[in-house]
Structures are given as structure tokens and as C-alpha cells.
């Protein structure tokens, strides 16, 4: 599988950070039980927007804020991407060449060509 440019940096990047922080890379389980945790944590500031709701320990869970879920679901992107990097999966290029394959498929399919 070939890599470009961004799938190249975006993996540098990733890389570049574990090493940066002395983070120890998980093994590709706990990656994905930890990417669980940061969906959670995403998950946890989209009720915000659509509450209010009658919430345990309202005061713990402030207001939402538009830059945490980014900053959330980039920590579920940056966790499922390291899950693949431990063990020589690229995520990120494999999510490109399905997207390419089903776009392909979908044209073909629209000029009854499936």
C-alpha cells in the first residue's frame, strides 16, 4: 500500500507526539478501548448541545463548547489511528482507498454498469 503526503504527516505527527509526551504506544486493544474512551468524551460535549438534560452531578459537566468536540474527536481519530501504527496498519490510507472504491462502485452502479 502506497502512503502520500498527508497520510506520511498525519502519521509523523502522531508519532511525533507519543514521543514527545514519553506516552507509551498502546497495543493495538487498549488503542481501541482508549479510542472508546475518547468517543465517550465526544459524546459527552454533542448532549451537551442537545440537552438540557437532568444530568448526576450537573455542575461537572459545564456547557458545550465547539472547540472541545473538535479537540475530542480528534483524540478518537489520533487513538485509532496509533491502534493501526503499532502493528504497520494505516488506517488513514485504507479509510482513503475504500472511500475510492465505493465512490467508484457508487458511479458505476449510477451508469447501471454493477
Given amino acids: 500500500m502506497k502512503k502520500d503526503v498527508i497520510c506520511l504527516e498525519v502519521e509523523k505527527a502522531v508519532q511525533y507526539h507519543f514521543k514527545v ?3 507509551v504506544k498502546p497495543s493495538p486493544w487498549t488503542g481501541l478501548l482508549f479510542t472508546l474512551t475518547e468517543l465517550a468524551e465526544a459524546a459527552e460535549e454533542v448532549l451537551k ?3 438540557p438534560w437532568n444530568r448526576n452531578n450537573p455542575e461537572r459537566h459545564g456547557e458545550y463548547d465547539n472547540m472541545k468536540l473538535a ?3 480528534g483524540d478518537v481519530i489520533m487513538m485509532a489511528l496509533i491502534s493501526g501504527y503499532v502493528i504497520d496498519v494505516d488506517p ?3 479509510l482513503l482507498e475504500k472511500m475510492e472504491r465505493k465512490n467508484l462502485a457508487h458511479k458505476l452502479k ?3 454498469e454493477s
Fill in 49 to 51: 448541545k442537545l440537552g
Fill in 92 to 94: 488513514l490510507r485504507a
Fill in 110 to 112: 449510477a451508469r447501471g
Fill in 21 to 23: 509526551t514519553n506516552k
Fill in 71 to 73: 479537540e475530542e474527536l
